[in-house]
């Protein structure tokens, strides 16, 4: 069986064999939910099963644990600026 520090030590190696594309997903995905959070607080309003406060609760509790002193300066404007890209993608969707 696996330790745990030996498994983090496999994550690590595994960033570090790749890291532009580890960073990229990360900024990514933090750059997502940040676009995405006030769409699920919207959702939530008429779907409360679906779109649960949990989840809602949950994002913003991960998102302010992240930025709280947790990540280099200048990290957080960096994922701003992607959920900017997001919510630019997210108003320009046309429905039916």
């Known amino acids: 069986m696996i330790s745990k520090a030996q ?4 994550r690590l190696r595994e ?3 790749n890291k532009l594309h580890y960073d990229k997903s990360i900024v990514i995905a933090t750059g997502g939910l940040l676009a995405l959070i ?3 607080e919207e959702a939530n309003k ?3 099963s679906v779109f649960t406060n ?3 609760y949950t994002i913003e509790d991960f998102l302010n644990s992240l930025y709280n ?8 404007e960096q994922h701003n600026d992607v ?3 997001f919510r630019k993608f997210i108003d320009n969707l046309k429905f039916v």
């Not at 002193?69 to 957080?76: A, I, L, N």
């Open 7 to 10: 498994q983090e030590e496999a």
């Open 15 to 17: 960033y570090l064999g």
């Open 38 to 40: 006030d769409h699920i």
């Open 46 to 48: 008429v779907a409360p």
């Open 54 to 56: 949990k989840l809602k």
């Open 69 to 76: 002193g947790k990540v280099e300066k200048g990290v957080s």
């Open 83 to 85: 959920a900017e890209v």
